[in-house]
């Protein structure tokens, strides 16, 4: 069953994107450390993606379809004739 953090959904994809981030960050400053400027702009490249995408969630608004409010219908009667 999936959780929050590893889940399907937008909150489940959020977490996984944050991850990702923090992964990202933390490898470019590990390549700048040993000096792997080729790895660094290739890891700076998909930074940019996922913290693009991150910021595309936050910007995501639940939209409710609800169920119409019961209280505010009226009833109708149709009064008939019988001829006959």
Not at 20 to 45: H, M, N, W, Y
């Amino acid at each position: 069953m999936p959780t929050p953090s590893t889940g399907s959904g937008p909150t489940g994809q959020r977490a996984r994107l944050a991850d990702i981030r923090d992964i990202l960050t933390a490898r470019i400053a590990e390549a700048e450390r040993e000096g792997r400027l080729g790895e660094v702009e290739g890891l700076k490249v998909s930074l940019a993606r996922a913290e693009a995408r991150l910021a595309q969630i936050d910007q995501w608004t639940t939209v409710a379809i609800g169920i119409p409010d019961l209280s505010q219908v009226t009833g109708r009667t149709v009064a008939t004739t019988s001829e006959g």
